[in-house]
């Protein structure tokens, strides 16, 4: 619960900036995804390679002298998470497990972009994120029914993190940038003892500004 209290005010803090004078734009964002978990006690396990994209929207808010410009960006993205590992489900037998949990995330971060005398202008981010999954597809090779079962019922559907990037403003209202989305939730359901699972991912992202 207190998670979420700060969450909301990080929110409520970015938001009455937004009422200030300013510079707002909004585009959309596309690119890939390298998902994978943190685990204790550790385990095998590879990642997920898929998709990630949406909307966004930044909010120009204040200048450090003519070297850095802050502003506030948020916005809504589709990304697909999981990843990929073996279990043992009889003393001679095991399974290939894929879980794909695709969530909807909301990150609000901080921009601190830096006007140098470059061909581009780069840029970093900071801030929290939260996520609700929307698909929740565990599968097995071969097929084990229970396996899959037990999966489906494992894992929460409300996720949070921090999120860690860098890149550069192009011409033409191009960007690109890699993020780092570090979970802070353990996603399971029923932990036992000390043990969590943490979402971790790796993005790289191509925008166009279209306002």
């Not at 978990?37 to 966004?56: A, I, L, N």
């Not at 450090?64 to 990929?84: A, C, H, I, N, P």
């Not at 061909?119 to 970093?124: E, G, L, V």
């Not at 609700?132 to 037990?150: C, H, K, L, M, Q």
Request: hydrophobic share 40%; charged share 20%.
């Amino acid at each position: 619960m207190k998670k979420h209290i700060i969450i909301s005010l990080l929110v409520l803090v970015f938001a009455v900036s937004a009422i200030s004078a300013g510079t707002l734009k909004a585009g959309v964002s596309v690119g890939g995804n390298v998902a994978f978990v943190g685990t204790e006690p550790s385990g095998d396990g590879t990642p997920r390679y898929g998709f990630t994209g949406g909307v966004y929207g930044e909010y120009d808010f204040y200048s450090l002298g003519e070297m850095v410009d802050l502003s506030v960006q948020s916005g809504l993205y589709y990304t697909m998470k999981g990843f990929r590992t073996e279990m043992d489900v009889a003393p001679t037998v095991s399974t290939d497990l894929s879980v794909n949990n695709d969530y909807i995330e909301m990150p609000m971060l901080l921009k601190a972009s830096f006007s140098l005398d470059l061909p581009a202008s780069p840029y970093i981010l900071v801030g929290p994120s939260v996520g609700y999954r929307i698909i929740n597809d565990p599968s097995t090779d071969p097929e084990i029914a229970f396996v899959e079962a037990g999966a489906e019922e494992k894992y929460t559907n409300f996720d949070a993190g921090i999120v860690f990037g860098a890149g550069a403003d192009l011409d033409m209202g191009l960007s690109i940038d890699a993020r780092f989305n570090l979970g802070l939730l353990n996603i399971e359901d029923d932990p036992s003892g000390d043990n969590y699972t943490k979402n971790r991912s790796v993005s790289l992202m191509v925008s166009y500004s279209i306002l």
